[in-house]
Structures are given as structure tokens and as C-alpha cells.
């Protein structure tokens, strides 16, 4: 018998949310789970810094949290409520609002360390879920003869799981360990993340300017005091990113008030920039005998529609869900037909997302003339009709 029922390595945004899931349901009563994960459970958010990496949720997303209890404990948020999406020639250009499909908003922009200290402050109060944190996964044995993984952790223990979750990031070790194959390429592209503050009001709306060197997005965060602040993610090729990052905080504020075109007036400030590499990846299964992988172990994808996370957020239904039908037939946790039925839930919507965002990236990437006159008539097109429009905004809601 295996030391445990289901093991998650990854306890960030996804994989502390499955357990979130998990704990909630009767399951969790009949079957052991341990949460594993390499850094420590931070519970507090510092309200007095804005974070740089945020996320926006969709409404699907926001309405799982809601359920778990975890919207109610976020302290900083702010709803967007409308999209602005143009092209530099500004010959092409896409609005639409939650007003559009009936709804006050499209979804909300959560800046990750608030949403995460969220979801750990409710596991915190969780007593069927064992957390074991400060403990990485390094090794992993199995054998076709036996009915569980045993994976080693940093601290020399072992622990033996009937089932192991892999919510451990993009750069996953159980993936690379327990072999999984995976699709992976290099978007061309670093982004550049910070919290700006701006001369005018975000109106509450995301605003996306694309350019032939890459998308660039404000994102609204909370302004209850007044000041409009907003998260960007600025990608741009490598070489681009990286001069951008060199520059002063003067000059690169020039340098992004013009790409937005001063939409939203002038640039107050801008806070610590971050670059990070973009690369896309997908696993070619999301699941092998007794393994599963969700999240970015399973796939990571462009930020310019902001799905990474949603995509994570919608396994975490899908899995504890089905999880949940095993248990209530007293099926074991890693019975093939649950993994099965839970990877033909979602691999086919993770890459429809993923080929869509990389339709968009190329067809705003291009240079070629024809592809831009196409792109940019086919935005007026959807713009200038209201059925299609709702289409976008039902999209963006998740
Ligand atoms: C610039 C940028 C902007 C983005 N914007 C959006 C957005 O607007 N909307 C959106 O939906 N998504 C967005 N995303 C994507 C989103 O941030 C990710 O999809 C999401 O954070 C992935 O969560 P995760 O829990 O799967 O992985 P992670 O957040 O990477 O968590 C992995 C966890 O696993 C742990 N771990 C790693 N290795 C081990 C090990 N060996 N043993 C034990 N534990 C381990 C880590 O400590 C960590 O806690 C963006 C991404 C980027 C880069």
C-alpha cells in the first residue's frame, strides 16, 4: 500500500487550488493527499508593494474561487470591465465590453502573490490535506509491478503516492523525470513586467496596442486610493527586451508612453522591471499510468490573451471532478479511466487556446503587407458587428 493516495507537487496558484478542491469534497476523507512544494506557504500578502505578475481571471475562474471560498479572502483586485485591442498603423482596431454580454465585468486583474497568499490562508485552515513545504521532488522510482510512484524528496525522505499530480511549473521536474513528451518552442519573444502608475484612469479596461515587434497590454489594478495604476506586459523580441531593460526609468517611461500612444495620459512612474522568456510548451499526454500533469507542467502559453492560469484553473475543475466520481465508486485514484477521461476534457480546449493565441501572435507579428491589410480589415470587420463582438467578450469571460 502506498504512504499516500494522491501526492501534487506544486503548491502555486494550480496546484494549492487542486488541493483547495480536493480537501472540499468527501474524498478527502477517504483518501490520504499530500501537497508538496519547494518554497514555503506565504499567507500574507505585502500590501505595500504592488507585485509585478499578475493575472487575469476569467469570470469561469473567478466563479471556481468563489465556490472555494478563496474570492472572498483576496484584499486587491480590480474588475476590467472592458477591452481596447489595436493595431500601430491604427487602421485595425477591436472594442468590446461586459455591458455586451449582460454582465458588469469580463473579469479581474490579481496580482499572483495576493491571489496565492488567498488560496493558502484557506488551506491553511484545512485539516484532511497534509502539507509538506520546503521539500522538493528530486527523483522518482517506479516499477510496472508496483501500484504506486515512490518519489524522493530533497530532504532524503520518500514518499510513496497511487497517484501523483504534477502541478509544478513550467519548467516541471516530474514531467522530465517520469518522461513525458513534450512540444516546446521558443516564442521569439521576453516580456517585460511591471506596475506603472498613469496621469489618467484605466476606465477599468485592458488595453492591448499590437506591434510588429510584439503585444503590449495595461492591465487596471485596484486605484481605491485614487491613484490609477495599471500591471504591464510588454513583449518584445529578445534583443528589443533587452535594450528596453537597460534603459532608466525615465527613458524607458518615454519609450512605453509612446507604444501605448499615451492613451492613458502620461507616466507617473514605473516600478522594478522583469523580464521573462516566453516560450510555449504542451505535453504531447497529459497523463501515463499512475502521473498527471496540469497547469504550465502541461502546457504554457503566450500571455497575450491571458489564459495561463485560467487554463490551469479549468483542469483543477475537470480533475477534482472526476477525482471525485473515482471515489464515490470506490475507484482508486489512479484508475486509468479517470486520467483518460480528464485529459479528453481538456487537451483538446487547452490547444485550441494555444493554436489561437499563436494564430494571433503571428498574424500581428507579420510584416508582410497582405497579412496586415487582412488582419486589420478582419478587426474592423468584428468591431463593426455586434454578434461577433459578443462572441470575443463571452470568450474573455472564460
Ligand atoms: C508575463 C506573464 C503574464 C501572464 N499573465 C497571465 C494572465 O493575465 N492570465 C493568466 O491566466 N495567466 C497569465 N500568465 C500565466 C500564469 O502566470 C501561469 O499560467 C501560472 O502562474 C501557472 O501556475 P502553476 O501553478 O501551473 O505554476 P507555478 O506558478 O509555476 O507553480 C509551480 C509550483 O511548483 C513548485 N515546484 C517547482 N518545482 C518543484 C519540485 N521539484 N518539487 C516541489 N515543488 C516544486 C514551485 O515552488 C511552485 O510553487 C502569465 C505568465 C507570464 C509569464
Known amino acids: 500500500m502506498p504512504s499516500c493516495d494522491i501526492a501534487i ?4 496558484l494550480v496546484g494549492a487550488t487542486l488541493a ?3 480537501s472540499r469534497s468527501e474524498l478527502a476523507d477517504k483518501w490520504r493527499i499530500v501537497l508538496l512544494d519547494a518554497g514555503p506557504a506565504k499567507i500574507d500578502a505585502e500590501l505595500t508593494h504592488w507585485d509585478s505578475r499578475v493575472v487575469a481571471l476569467s469570470q469561469r475562474s473567478i466563479a471556481l474561487l468563489d465556490r472555494l471560498g478563496i ?3 483576496l484584499n486587491r483586485f480590480a474588475d476590467y470591465q472592458a477591452m481596447r485591442v489595436w493595431d500601430e498603423d491604427g487602421t485595425g482596431s477591436l472594442e468590446f465590453s461586459a455591458g ?6 469580463l473579469g479581474a ?4 502573490s495576493v491571489l496565492l497568499a488567498a488560496v493558502n490562508r484557506k488551506l491553511s485552515c484545512v485539516s484532511n490535506i497534509e502539507q509538506r513545504r520546503g521539500l522538493k521532488l528530486e527523483h522518482l522510482d517506479r516499477s510496472p509491478n508496483q501500484p504506486f510512484a515512490r518519489l524522493q524528496l530533497s530532504d532524503a525522505s520518500s514518499l510513496e503516492a497511487g497517484l501523483v499530480v504534477g502541478a509544478d511549473g513550467a519548467l516541471s521536474r516530474l514531467r522530465s523525470l517520469a518522461g513525458f513528451e513534450m512540444r516546446e518552442w521558443d516564442y521569439g519573444h521576453s516580456a517585460i513586467v511591471c506596475t506603472v502608475e498613469t496621469q489618467l484612469s484605466h476606465q477599468h479596461c485592458c488595453w492591448q496596442r499590437f506591434s510588429e515587434d510584439g503585444p503590449l497590454a495595461f492591465l487596471p489594478l485596484d486605484s481605491s486610493d485614487g491613484r490609477h495604476r495599471s500591471a504591464i506586459v510588454w513583449s518584445q523580441q529578445h534583443t528589443k527586451a533587452q535594450q528596453l531593460m537597460a534603459l532608466n526609468e525615465s527613458q524607458f517611461s518615454s519609450a512605453l508612453e509612446s507604444s501605448i500612444e499615451k492613451r492613458l495620459g502620461e507616466l ?5 522591471r522583469q523580464l521573462i522568456a516566453l516560450r510555449q510548451r504542451s505535453v504531447k499526454h497529459y497523463w501515463q499510468q499512475g502521473c498527471v500533469l496540469i497547469g504550465d507542467a502541461a502546457h504554457t502559453i503566450h500571455p497575450l490573451a491571458g489564459q495561463g492560469v485560467n487554463l490551469g484553473f479549468y ?3 475537470v480533475l477534482a471532478a472526476e477525482l471525485q466520481r473515482a471515489a464515490s465508486r470506490d475507484l482508486p485514484a489512479c484508475e486509468t479511466a479517470t486520467l483518460r477521461r480528464f485529459a479528453r476534457q481538456r487537451q483538446p480546449h487547452n490547444l485550441a487556446v494555444m493554436a489561437m493565441m499563436e494564430a494571433f501572435k503571428r498574424a500581428f507579428g507579420s510584416a508582410d503587407p497582405a497579412v496586415r491589410l487582412l488582419r486589420n480589415r478582419a478587426l ?3 468591431n463593426n458587428q455586434v454578434l461577433l463582438k459578443q462572441i470575443f467578450a463571452l470568450a474573455a469571460a472564460g
Open 268 to 272: 507617473i512612474s514605473c516600478g522594478e
Open 315 to 317: 483542469d483543477v475543475e
Open 71 to 73: 474570492w472572498s479572502e
Open 109 to 112: 486583474i490579481v496580482e499572483n
Open 20 to 22: 483547495l478542491a480536493l
Open 9 to 12: 507537487v506544486g503548491g502555486g
Open 100 to 105: 455586451q454580454i449582460g454582465e458588469s465585468r
Open 380 to 382: 474592423s470587420a468584428v
